[in-house]
Nanobody
Framework: QVQLIESGGGLVQAGGSLRLSCAVS????????MGWFRQAPGKEREFVAG????????YYAHSVAGRFTISRDNAKNTVYLQMNSLKPEDTAVYYC?????????????????????WGRGTQVTVSS
C-alpha cells in the first residue's frame, strides 16, 4: 500500500518561507513521478509543481514560478516543496501526489487524473 505523508505546513507572514516535505512508502520511490497540488477554500484543487522520477525535469504553475522549488531525494523517499516570498493567495491545503508512470509535458503534470496516489494534505496559511 502506497502512503504519502505531508509535513511542514503552518502559519507564516507574507514574504516568509516554508518547506513542505512528503514522505513516501510502499513503492520504489524512484519509479514515481511526483507532484504538489493545492486547494483553497471554495476553489478547485490546482497544480503547483511537478518533478520527474530522477529529478531532472520540473514544472511549475505560473503563479509560483520563481518563488517555489520542487526537489526530491530518492535515497530518502521524499519530495520537497520550498516556498519563498509567500503571499496571502498561497493560503491553501497542499497535497502531495504520485503517479506510477512517467508523465510527458506540463499538460500531463497538471491533470489530477494522471496521479494514482494522494496524501491527506497539510495546511499553509499566509497572513498579510
Amino acid at each position: 500500500q502506497v502512503q504519502l505523508i505531508e509535513s511542514g505546513g503552518g502559519l507564516v507572514q507574507a514574504g516568509g518561507s516554508l518547506r513542505l516535505s512528503c514522505a513516501v512508502s510502499g513503492r520504489t520511490f524512484s519509479s514515481l513521478t511526483m507532484g504538489w497540488f493545492r486547494q483553497a477554500p471554495g476553489k478547485e484543487r490546482e497544480f503547483v509543481a511537478g518533478i520527474n522520477m530522477y529529478g531532472g525535469i520540473t514544472y511549475y504553475a505560473h503563479s509560483v514560478a520563481g518563488r517555489f522549488t520542487i526537489s526530491r531525494d530518492n535515497a530518502k523517499n521524499t519530495v520537497y516543496l520550498q516556498m519563498n516570498s509567500l503571499k496571502p493567495e498561497d493560503t491553501a491545503v497542499y497535497y502531495c501526489a504520485a503517479a506510477g508512470k512517467p508523465l510527458s509535458g506540463i499538460t500531463d503534470y497538471k491533470r489530477r487524473l494522471m496521479y494514482d496516489y494522494w496524501g491527506r494534505g497539510t495546511q499553509v496559511t499566509v497572513s498579510s
